[in-house]
């Protein structure tokens, strides 16, 4: 499923991530770790964290690409008897992009839209 927010000179593309997106996903993260209170790093190991969420079918990482570069991650937990409603567990944005439209919508439409079209948790 691939979900695209259109504004003017710009595409995001938003899906769910993979093993393979591992590396983009703890480069966003890291970047914006400062940002969290506490920091993400004051808790459990990044790649731990990142690792958990990719391993787990009831939790994923959604990812928000420009240009083929991921420039967002969210990981939501989905809810176990009621898979089409999620949890937002962490949102990060790259800071070039925290202020644009595309950005703030992102923390909404992934998952909204994505529940909506009826994605489900993976099996």
Same mark, same amino acid.
């Given at each position: 499923m691939?979900?695209?927010l259109l504004e /003017? =000179?710009?595409?995001?593309?938003i899906r769910e991530a993979?093993?393979?997106d591992f590396d983009a996903i703890? !480069?966003?993260?890291s970047i914006v770790d400062h940002e969290f209170v506490p /920091? =993400?790093?004051e808790g459990e190991n990044l790649r731990v964290k990142v690792s958990r969420i990719l391993n787990?079918? !009831?939790r994923s990482w959604i990812k928000a690409v420009d240009d083929g570069r991921i420039v967002g991650v969210v990981a939501v937990i989905y809810h176990y008897r009621r898979p089409q409603l999620g949890l937002i567990e962490t949102l990060a944005v790259l800071p070039n992009f925290g202020g644009s439209a595309s950005a703030?919508?992102?923390?909404?439409?992934?998952?909204?839209s994505s529940f909506k079209t009826?994605?489900?948790q993976r099996s």
């Open positions: 691939v979900i695209e /003017p =000179l710009e595409t995001l593309t993979t093993w393979n703890m !480069r966003v993260l /920091p =993400l790093t787990d079918r !009831r703030r919508n992102s923390s909404n439409t992934p998952c909204r009826g994605w489900r």
